[in-house]
């Protein structure tokens, strides 16, 4: 099992910066994919970003080039820099593990972004 516990949202403007983490209970050299996900009100949820334990990342086209997801193997953490925020990325993102098999979620953290 892998508990994860996402941190960092909040309140900002149009064009700041946030950075969120994603602590993980194990070691994450251990988990094949990590990832962020978003949701926003109404709307399903979203993939946002991607990081592997080969360091392969991949996003989505809305936050491509605005948007770094890395990871800090020492302390099991996954980071997600989102840069030139916009009001259209409100919402609340989760953290998501795939290991051995299962698929593990985040509480969630609210990110809002204002005009």
């Known amino acids: 099992q892998v508990l994860l516990v996402e941190s960092g949202g909040g309140l900002v403007q149009a064009g700041g910066s946030l950075r969120l983490s994603c602590a993980a209970s194990?070691?994450?050299?251990?988990?094949?994919?990590m990832a962020w996900y978003r949701q926003a009100p109404g709307k399903q949820r979203e993939l946002v970003a991607t990081?592997?334990?080969?360091?392969?990342?991949d996003y989505a086209d809305s936050v491509k080039g605005r948007f770094t997801v890395s990871r800090d193997n020492a302390k099991n953490t996954v980071y997600l820099q989102m840069n030139s925020l916009k009001p259209e990325d409100t919402a609340v993102y989760y953290c998501?593990?795939?290991?051995?098999?299962?698929?593990?979620w985040g509480q969630g953290t609210q990110v809002t972004v204002s005009s």
């Open positions: 998501n593990a795939i290991f051995a098999w299962s698929n593990y």
């Open positions: 194990k070691n994450i050299l251990s988990i094949s994919v």
């Open positions: 990081t592997t334990n080969t360091d392969s990342t």
